[in-house]
């Protein structure tokens, strides 16, 4: 057993955190205990729409926002939208998050693979994708796939999820793909940014109807988002979050070139790590005939079955979290023996 238990994210900024707590609760507002806009607290949606308007040259409001409990609350809402609008099948590009494909087999959609999507102009399809930093893989959509998304846009909807294109080792961050195509619904979240305990997201649509029917659900199932953590949140980025964010990426980056070096040192060019250029995942790919889940490694490293809608595939691949302050030279150490120990067994 490889114990990395102790590991601990050391991108929180508790002691900031902490004081903008102290200082809501010594102002002893009424309105924090309270319930809320359904749609979200309205300072906090202008400064998401006024953040994606001076970043990307859009042009969106606080009325093209809705808050959420999180992403994963913003992609139940999405799906029980297109539902309700007798869409069926998903198309993804695997690995990809498995929120998404625990949602769409919970609420019973079709997936397909996003390679199998044709460059044609088809009605009621529906493209999830995470175009910058996936998630497990770190990958970047190409050229090439964005011109298809680009004409696949005119007649389908695109779900974008982009938990981490602001953490990039590149001084300059890829625009979202709502600035710039149609028929985009967009989630945000500010787990990776703050803190994962406060779990606040967001959606953004152009579309006003959407974002109709989208506060149509969302007051149905949930009457709002915790006030206190919106003004936290909202307290968190009056200040310069961005560089703080730019300090992030590096600390990531460091890790990658960390963990790229470790594997050529430990596993004799039989193991791989994915290309990434941000983000706080990369995967690795070890020899097809190895169960990767045999080495037993828990916490800040887990295979890629779940990333998978073949469930065959993914067992040779391990997630690495990057973000955790961990000795990363002792885990391959540890990895390395387990890798070979398990290899002569099946030699």
Do not use: W
């Not at 093209?64 to 007798?86: A, E």
């Not at 996936?134 to 011109?147: L, M, S, V």
């Amino acid at each position: 057993m490889i114990d990395i238990s102790n590991g601990k994210n050391h991108f929180i900024n508790t002691a900031k955190i902490d004081g903008i707590i102290k200082s809501i609760c010594n102002n002893n507002n009424n309105e924090l205990y309270n319930y809320g806009n359904v749609k979200g607290d309205k300072t906090l949606r202008e400064q998401i729409a006024n953040f994606y308007n001076c970043q990307y040259e859009t042009q969106i409001t606080s009325h093209n926002v809705i808050i959420t409990n999180g992403s994963q609350q913003s992609l139940s809402y999405i799906l029980d939208y297109l539902g309700l609008n007798y869409y069926s099948t998903i198309n993804i590009c695997t690995p990809t998050y498995y929120g998404i494909i625990e949602l769409a087999n919970l609420k019973k959609f079709r997936l397909n693979n996003y390679s199998t999507i044709k460059e044609t102009k088809q009605i009621k399809e529906v493209i999830y994708i995470t175009p910058y930093n996936n998630n497990p893989d770190g990958r970047n959509i190409t050229q090439k796939e964005y011109a298809v998304l680009k004409q696949l846009s005119e007649h389908n909807i695109i779900i974008e999820d982009d938990p981490y294109s602001l953490f990039s080792f590149n001084k300059k961050n890829n625009p979202p793909l709502f600035t710039k195509l149609k028929n985009v619904i967009y989630l945000g979240t500010f787990s990776k940014i703050i803190s994962p305990s406060i779990n606040i997201g967001y959606i953004i649509c152009k579309d006003i109807d959407i974002i109709n029917s989208l506060y149509a659900i969302k007051k149905a199932n949930c009457l709002h988002t915790s006030v206190f953590m919106q003004k936290v949140v909202s307290e968190y980025i009056k200040e310069d979050f961005l560089q703080e964010i730019k300090q992030k990426s590096q600390l990531l980056r460091i890790n990658y070139e960390t963990i790229k070096m470790l594997v050529k040192k430990y596993f004799n060019n039989e193991v791989f790590v994915s290309n990434i250029n941000g983000g706080y995942f990369t995967v690795l790919t070890f020899p097809q005939n190895v169960d990767a889940l045999k080495t037993k490694v828990n916490f800040c490293f887990c295979t890629l079955e779940d990333f998978y809608i073949d469930k065959s595939l993914g067992k040779n691949q391990i997630r690495i979290n990057l973000s955790l302050n961990i000795n990363f030279d002792l885990i391959f150490s540890n990895l390395s023996v387990e890798y070979y120990k398990n290899s002569k067994k099946h030699s």
